[in-house]
Protein backbone atom coordinates (compact mmCIF):
# COMPACT_ATOMS: atom_id res chain seq x y z
CA UNK A 1 0.00 0.00 0.00
CA UNK A 2 1.41 3.65 -0.94
CA UNK A 3 1.47 5.40 2.87
CA UNK A 4 0.93 8.81 -0.02
CA UNK A 5 -2.04 7.68 -1.24
CA UNK A 6 -5.02 9.69 0.05
CA UNK A 7 -7.95 8.46 1.98
CA UNK A 8 -10.50 7.00 0.08
CA UNK A 9 -8.31 6.01 -2.72
CA UNK A 10 -7.27 3.07 -1.44
CA UNK A 11 -10.61 1.17 -2.61
CA UNK A 12 -10.06 2.26 -5.89
CA UNK A 13 -7.18 1.44 -6.54
CA UNK A 14 -7.34 -2.33 -4.78
CA UNK A 15 -10.85 -3.37 -5.07
CA UNK A 16 -12.56 -5.37 -7.88
CA UNK A 17 -15.40 -6.88 -9.19
CA UNK A 18 -14.16 -10.39 -9.42
CA UNK A 19 -15.88 -12.96 -7.73
CA UNK A 20 -14.17 -16.48 -5.61
CA UNK A 21 -13.64 -19.36 -7.79
CA UNK A 22 -15.13 -21.66 -5.19
CA UNK A 23 -14.10 -24.89 -7.22
CA UNK A 24 -10.73 -24.06 -6.51
CA UNK A 25 -8.38 -25.39 -4.16
CA UNK A 26 -7.97 -22.48 -2.18
CA UNK A 27 -11.67 -22.13 -1.40
CA UNK A 28 -11.79 -25.26 -0.72
CA UNK A 29 -8.90 -25.17 2.35
CA UNK A 30 -11.10 -22.48 3.91
CA UNK A 31 -14.75 -24.18 3.49
CA UNK A 32 -13.22 -26.35 5.65
CA UNK A 33 -11.65 -24.59 7.65
CA UNK A 34 -13.97 -21.31 8.68
CA UNK A 35 -16.71 -21.85 10.85
CA UNK A 36 -19.78 -19.70 9.91
CA UNK A 37 -22.56 -18.79 12.36
CA UNK A 38 -26.10 -18.89 11.52
CA UNK A 39 -27.58 -15.74 9.67
CA UNK A 40 -23.52 -14.88 8.76
CA UNK A 41 -21.81 -14.54 5.56
CA UNK A 42 -18.05 -14.33 5.20
CA UNK A 43 -15.61 -13.69 2.89
CA UNK A 44 -12.20 -13.35 1.85
CA UNK A 45 -10.55 -10.84 -0.65
CA UNK A 46 -6.64 -11.27 -1.58
CA UNK A 47 -4.76 -8.21 -2.17
CA UNK A 48 -2.04 -9.71 -3.73
CA UNK A 49 -4.33 -11.12 -6.37
CA UNK A 50 -7.25 -8.01 -6.51
CA UNK A 51 -9.99 -10.81 -6.01
CA UNK A 52 -12.10 -12.17 -3.91
CA UNK A 53 -10.66 -15.74 -3.30
CA UNK A 54 -13.62 -17.32 -0.81
CA UNK A 55 -17.25 -16.64 -0.23
CA UNK A 56 -20.01 -18.13 1.89
CA UNK A 57 -23.54 -17.14 2.81
CA UNK A 58 -24.66 -14.31 0.93
CA UNK A 59 -27.61 -15.74 -0.98
CA UNK A 60 -28.88 -16.64 2.55
CA UNK A 61 -27.86 -13.14 3.70
CA UNK A 62 -28.55 -10.69 1.42
CA UNK A 63 -29.58 -12.67 -2.18
CA UNK A 64 -26.25 -12.85 -4.02
CA UNK A 65 -24.92 -15.96 -4.75
CA UNK A 66 -21.29 -16.59 -3.13
CA UNK A 67 -20.05 -17.22 -6.83
CA UNK A 68 -21.65 -13.79 -7.89
CA UNK A 69 -20.71 -11.71 -4.34
CA UNK A 70 -17.51 -9.49 -4.66
CA UNK A 71 -15.89 -6.63 -3.39
CA UNK A 72 -17.84 -3.86 -5.29
CA UNK A 73 -21.01 -5.41 -5.00
CA UNK A 74 -20.33 -5.32 -0.85
CA UNK A 75 -19.50 -1.74 -0.32
CA UNK A 76 -21.70 -0.45 -3.18
CA UNK A 77 -25.39 -2.10 -1.54
CA UNK A 78 -24.71 -0.17 1.88
CA UNK A 79 -27.46 2.17 2.34
CA UNK A 80 -26.96 5.91 1.46
CA UNK A 81 -26.99 6.79 5.22
CA UNK A 82 -24.14 4.63 5.86
CA UNK A 83 -22.03 4.84 2.44
CA UNK A 84 -19.91 7.07 3.29
CA UNK A 85 -18.43 6.35 6.43
CA UNK A 86 -18.24 2.78 5.65
CA UNK A 87 -16.26 3.36 3.18
CA UNK A 88 -14.04 5.96 4.68
CA UNK A 89 -13.57 3.64 7.46
CA UNK A 90 -12.67 0.47 5.45
CA UNK A 91 -10.23 2.51 4.22
CA UNK A 92 -8.57 4.47 7.11
CA UNK A 93 -8.90 1.47 9.55
CA UNK A 94 -6.71 -0.42 6.88
CA UNK A 95 -4.07 2.06 5.97
CA UNK A 96 -3.82 1.95 9.63
CA UNK A 97 -3.28 -1.04 10.21
CA UNK A 98 -0.62 -1.12 6.70
CA UNK A 99 1.09 1.44 8.82
CA UNK A 100 2.15 -1.27 11.22
CA UNK A 101 4.80 -3.88 10.28
CA UNK A 102 4.25 -6.40 12.68
CA UNK A 103 1.22 -8.51 14.16
CA UNK A 104 -1.14 -7.40 11.47
CA UNK A 105 -2.95 -10.56 12.07
CA UNK A 106 -4.21 -9.55 15.55
CA UNK A 107 -5.82 -6.25 14.39
CA UNK A 108 -9.75 -5.97 13.07
CA UNK A 109 -12.32 -3.40 13.05
CA UNK A 110 -16.41 -3.75 13.49
CA UNK A 111 -19.08 -1.41 12.63
CA UNK A 112 -23.01 -1.60 13.07
CA UNK A 113 -24.82 -0.42 9.45
CA UNK A 114 -27.27 -1.87 6.92
CA UNK A 115 -26.83 -3.17 3.34
CA UNK A 116 -29.55 -3.77 1.10
CA UNK A 117 -30.80 -6.57 0.17
CA UNK A 118 -30.86 -7.89 -3.25
CA UNK A 119 -34.75 -7.73 -3.15
CA UNK A 120 -34.38 -4.26 -2.56
CA UNK A 121 -35.37 -4.41 1.25
CA UNK A 122 -32.96 -2.89 4.11
CA UNK A 123 -31.17 -5.59 6.49
CA UNK A 124 -29.29 -4.65 9.52
CA UNK A 125 -25.87 -5.95 9.74
CA UNK A 126 -22.55 -6.00 12.44
CA UNK A 127 -19.75 -6.78 10.20
CA UNK A 128 -15.91 -7.07 11.01
CA UNK A 129 -13.29 -7.08 8.85
CA UNK A 130 -9.55 -8.38 9.82
CA UNK A 131 -6.65 -9.37 8.69
CA UNK A 132 -6.30 -13.02 7.63
CA UNK A 133 -2.37 -12.69 6.15
CA UNK A 134 0.36 -10.69 5.58
CA UNK A 135 3.88 -10.98 4.35
CA UNK A 136 6.83 -8.87 5.18
CA UNK A 137 4.55 -6.64 6.68
CA UNK A 138 2.24 -6.24 4.01
CA UNK A 139 -1.49 -6.89 4.00
CA UNK A 140 -1.95 -9.97 1.56
CA UNK A 141 -5.64 -11.10 2.42
CA UNK A 142 -8.46 -9.44 4.52
CA UNK A 143 -11.75 -11.43 6.00
CA UNK A 144 -15.11 -10.33 6.71
CA UNK A 145 -18.24 -11.41 8.63
CA UNK A 146 -21.06 -9.94 8.18
CA UNK A 147 -24.44 -11.04 10.43
CA UNK A 148 -28.05 -9.89 11.11
CA UNK A 149 -28.80 -8.29 14.14
CA UNK A 150 -32.35 -6.97 14.45
CA UNK A 151 -31.99 -6.32 18.08
CA UNK A 152 -29.72 -3.07 16.65
CA UNK A 153 -31.68 0.00 16.62
CA UNK A 154 -30.13 2.77 14.53
CA UNK A 155 -30.37 6.43 15.41
CA UNK A 156 -27.95 8.81 13.02
CA UNK A 157 -25.17 7.56 15.13
CA UNK A 158 -22.66 5.39 13.63
CA UNK A 159 -21.54 2.51 15.52
CA UNK A 160 -17.81 1.16 15.39
CA UNK A 161 -14.65 -0.60 17.13
CA UNK A 162 -11.17 -0.57 16.97
CA UNK A 163 -8.88 -4.31 17.87
CA UNK A 164 -5.58 -4.84 17.67
CA UNK A 165 -2.22 -4.80 19.75
CA UNK A 166 -2.33 -0.71 19.74
CA UNK A 167 -5.92 -0.68 20.40
CA UNK A 168 -5.86 2.70 21.68
CA UNK A 169 -3.88 4.57 19.05
CA UNK A 170 -6.27 2.77 16.36
CA UNK A 171 -8.91 4.04 18.23
CA UNK A 172 -7.88 7.85 18.42
CA UNK A 173 -6.69 7.70 15.01
CA UNK A 174 -10.17 6.80 13.50
CA UNK A 175 -11.73 8.87 15.89
CA UNK A 176 -9.66 12.07 14.35
CA UNK A 177 -10.02 11.23 10.54
CA UNK A 178 -13.76 10.78 11.37
CA UNK A 179 -14.51 13.04 13.20
CA UNK A 180 -16.73 14.79 10.33
CA UNK A 181 -19.21 11.93 10.61
CA UNK A 182 -21.59 11.58 13.68
CA UNK A 183 -19.39 8.20 15.01
CA UNK A 184 -19.13 6.82 18.13
CA UNK A 185 -16.43 4.04 18.96
CA UNK A 186 -17.42 1.68 21.90
CA UNK A 187 -14.48 2.71 23.80
CA UNK A 188 -16.72 5.98 23.84
CA UNK A 189 -19.67 4.69 24.40
CA UNK A 190 -18.38 2.42 27.20
CA UNK A 191 -17.76 5.48 29.46
CA UNK A 192 -20.37 7.42 28.44
CA UNK A 193 -22.79 5.06 29.59
CA UNK A 194 -21.29 4.89 32.98
CA UNK A 195 -21.47 9.34 32.83
CA UNK A 196 -24.84 8.61 32.29
CA UNK A 197 -25.42 6.61 35.63
CA UNK A 198 -23.65 9.10 37.09
CA UNK A 199 -20.29 8.12 37.61
CA UNK A 200 -17.40 10.69 37.92
CA UNK A 201 -14.60 10.91 35.41
CA UNK A 202 -12.65 10.04 38.41
CA UNK A 203 -14.84 6.94 38.85
CA UNK A 204 -15.29 5.74 35.51
CA UNK A 205 -10.66 5.83 34.82
CA UNK A 206 -10.18 3.86 37.99
CA UNK A 207 -12.59 1.31 36.47
CA UNK A 208 -10.90 1.36 33.48
CA UNK A 209 -7.53 1.27 34.48
CA UNK A 210 -6.75 5.06 32.99
CA UNK A 211 -6.30 8.61 33.80
CA UNK A 212 -8.87 11.19 34.67
CA UNK A 213 -7.71 12.73 31.09
CA UNK A 214 -8.45 9.71 28.96
CA UNK A 215 -11.85 9.50 30.02
CA UNK A 216 -12.14 13.50 29.30
CA UNK A 217 -10.76 12.45 26.02
CA UNK A 218 -13.52 10.04 25.35
CA UNK A 219 -16.79 12.17 26.53
CA UNK A 220 -15.58 16.04 25.84
CA UNK A 221 -15.16 15.62 22.20
CA UNK A 222 -18.60 13.92 21.59
CA UNK A 223 -20.53 17.48 22.74
CA UNK A 224 -18.96 18.70 19.62
CA UNK A 225 -19.32 16.09 17.49
CA UNK A 226 -23.09 16.00 18.50
CA UNK A 227 -23.36 19.40 18.43
CA UNK A 228 -24.95 19.47 22.03
CA UNK A 229 -24.21 21.66 24.98
CA UNK A 230 -24.51 20.25 28.33
CA UNK A 231 -23.93 16.87 29.83
CA UNK A 232 -27.54 16.22 30.44
CA UNK A 233 -27.98 17.30 26.27
CA UNK A 234 -25.80 15.17 25.52
CA UNK A 235 -27.27 11.98 27.44
CA UNK A 236 -30.38 12.80 26.13
CA UNK A 237 -28.76 12.63 22.86
CA UNK A 238 -27.29 9.40 22.90
CA UNK A 239 -30.32 8.07 24.02
CA UNK A 240 -32.70 9.54 21.49
CA UNK A 241 -30.55 8.15 18.98
CA UNK A 242 -30.34 4.82 20.41
CA UNK A 243 -26.16 4.72 21.45
CA UNK A 244 -27.66 4.16 25.14
CA UNK A 245 -30.02 1.18 26.25
Not at 31 to 47: C, G, H, T
Not at 102 to 117: A, G, M, N, Q, R
Not at 128 to 139: A, D, K, M, Q
Amino acid sequence: MNSKMTYGEYSKAHITDLPANLDSEEALIYKRAIPQFPEEAVYIYSFKLQKMIYASGWEELLGYHDDEINMLIITSITTPEFAAFSNELNDKALMFIQSKTVDLEKYSFTIELKKIHKNGSEVPLISRVGVLHSENGRITEIIGRSQINRSIKFGKVMRYAAYGPDKAEFEEELNKILFQYCAISIKEKEALELVSKGYSYKEIAYQFNVTQSAIEKRILPLYKRFEVKSLAHLIRFAYENHILP
